[in-house]
């Protein structure tokens, strides 16, 4: 069935040192992988996403990476800052009859310490 | 700010009763989605309305309903309440046209916190 593995659950990182969350799906017709991030008491934000034709994407600090042959994909943030605490959340994104479905994983608490 | 507004912020109810949430989309998307999410859980998918019409269920209680109105705006009827009800319930909001160039891309609102006592 269609299924997001995530890992690790939690991460602890000094400030300054880089951070990787990996993700694993089931469903190989997935085709949009996006992440997000979600502070203390507020709403997941989509911080990051990559489609199924690309194997990586930039933006600042933040990076995400694509398998498809391996079904992996992974979020690396480099020169982690205490405000980057949080829980992350990978998902995959399966089209069926004319919709979309988020699938999502467990999600990884990450604490940056000063 | 994601466009998403939900209302109320918090909730605060008995064991028994019901409860109404609502959720305003992005302006021009179509499609909304109830997520449940439970103290130090993940997010639970309930149920998705596209242009008025159910869409899409997930792990939806026969005690929850949902209805997207013509506005587009959607409610989420929690009835029956439960101490396991107690959560955060989010909802998301999408353009979902299915066309080229639209992948699901999901923008969250920031959500209810009901307590049930």
């Known amino acids: 069935g269609e299924n997001v593995e995530q890992h690790p659950s939690t991460l602890s990182v000094q400030e300054g040192d880089s951070a990787v969350i990996k993700c694993t799906y089931s469903?190989?017709?997935?085709?949009?992988f996006p992440w997000y991030k979600q502070e203390l008491g507020k709403g997941p934000q989509l911080i990051i996403d990559?489609?199924?034709?690309?194997g990586e994407k930039k933006d600042q600090r933040i990076a995400v990476t694509l398998n498809k042959t391996a079904k992996h994909f992974s979020l690396h943030i480099t020169e982690t800052q205490p405000e980057d605490s949080a829980v992350y959340f990978c998902?995959?994104?399966?089209?069926?009859?004319?919709?979309?479905?988020?699938?999502f994983g467990s999600g990884t608490r990450l604490l940056v310490r000063p | 700010d994601s466009g998403v507004t939900q209302t109320p912020k918090h909730l605060i109810t008995a064991t028994g009763q019901r409860v109404t949430l609502r959720c305003s989309p992005r302006?021009?998307?179509?499609?909304v989605y109830w997520y449940q999410q439970s103290l130090d859980q993940g997010l639970q998918f309930l149920i998705q309305?596209?242009?008025?019409?159910?869409?899409a269920k997930g792990n939806i209680l026969e005690r929850f309903s949902a209805q997207q109105f013509p506005d587009l705006h959607s409610e989420l009827n929690l009835s029956s309440l439960e101490l396991g009800d107690s959560a955060l319930y989010f909802c998301?909001?999408?353009?979902?046209?299915?066309?080229?160039?639209?992948?699901?891309?999901?923008?969250f609102g920031p959500g209810t916190r009901l307590t049930v006592l």
């Open positions: 998301a909001s999408s353009v979902e046209n299915g066309g080229q160039g639209s992948f699901g891309e999901q923008f």
């Open positions: 469903d190989s017709a997935s085709n949009y």
């Open positions: 990559i489609r199924s034709n690309v």
């Open positions: 998902a995959a994104s399966i089209r069926k009859d004319s919709s979309y479905k988020l699938i």
């Open positions: 302006s021009g998307d179509l499609s």
């Open positions: 309305y596209y242009n008025g019409e159910e869409r």
